[in-house]
């Protein structure tokens, strides 16, 4: 009878480090690529050329374009911007770079393969229409 208990207590002593080492995996923050917001979009004068002023959350200097996605259709353009913070690390307990509630402009030059010529512009993170400037 003692034999089992003890073997139960050594087999629960054994997994408390996994334990322990699983609750801190699933409360700590992931850096990721984010889809910041799409403020507004300035087209060029030949339609081709769309400037993206984003509202980035941390200084300019900490955030890096990871990828852009430009999908063309007769009625609308979608646009999907991804931003990472370098400055922030990879896993992490807390906020190491403070946001702001300013926020920092930050943008982006996209290529359309036909001019935009009226089209809709879309946020493709949001769904929301994104205004334009116009020249």
Not at 96 to 121: C, H, I, M
Not at 122 to 132: E, F, H, L, S
């Amino acid at each position: 009878m003692i034999a089992i208990r003890d073997k139960k207590l050594t087999i629960v002593l054994a997994l408390m480090p996994l334990l322990a080492i699983s609750v801190l995996f699933w409360t700590a923050h992931i850096n990721l690529p984010y889809s910041p917001t799409i403020a507004v979009v300035k087209p060029s004068a030949d339609g081709l050329t769309l400037t993206v002023h984003l509202v980035l959350r941390r200084p300019t200097s900490c955030e890096k374009v990871t990828d852009t996605a430009v999908q063309e259709s007769t009625s609308q353009v979608l646009l999907e911007i991804q931003m990472y913070d370098t400055c922030s690390p990879l896993l992490s307990w807390g906020n190491v770079v403070a946001d702001t509630l300013e926020g920092y402009p930050f943008s982006v030059n996209l290529k359309l393969q036909t001019p935009l010529a009226g089209r809709t512009l879309v946020d493709k993170a949001t769904g929301q229409k994104i205004p334009t400037l116009e020249r």
